[in-house]
């Protein structure tokens, strides 16, 4: 039996999987350019989060908001204000 004689089992639904590829890919082409479509982006822009699990969003959101407080924090420090 080789490697691709079975598919892989599916880790979210058939209608889950098609729900999110068209929300990726289907998206509206008159959206302004280098906007996030998922609405997940901390900065606006798209940063690859769409294809985040929620519990791995939230995470990842979490370590962005420690790490935006660090670097607020330094420039303020620094006399750094922009």
Not at 3 to 18: E, I, M, N, Q
Request: charged residues 35%; aromatic residues 12%; proline residues 4%.
């Amino acid at each position: 039996m080789s490697k691709g004689s079975s598919p892989r089992p599916y880790s979210v639904s058939l209608d889950k999987f098609a729900d999110n590829w068209d929300a990726i890919f289907k998206k509206d082409k008159t959206m302004k350019k280098g906007t996030c479509g998922c609405g997940r982006s901390p900065t606006g822009n798209c940063i690859g989060w769409h294809g985040l699990t929620e519990d791995d969003y939230k995470i990842k959101l979490k370590e962005y908001r420690e790490f935006d407080e660090k670097v607020i924090m330094k420039n303020e420090f620094y006399g750094d204000n922009e």
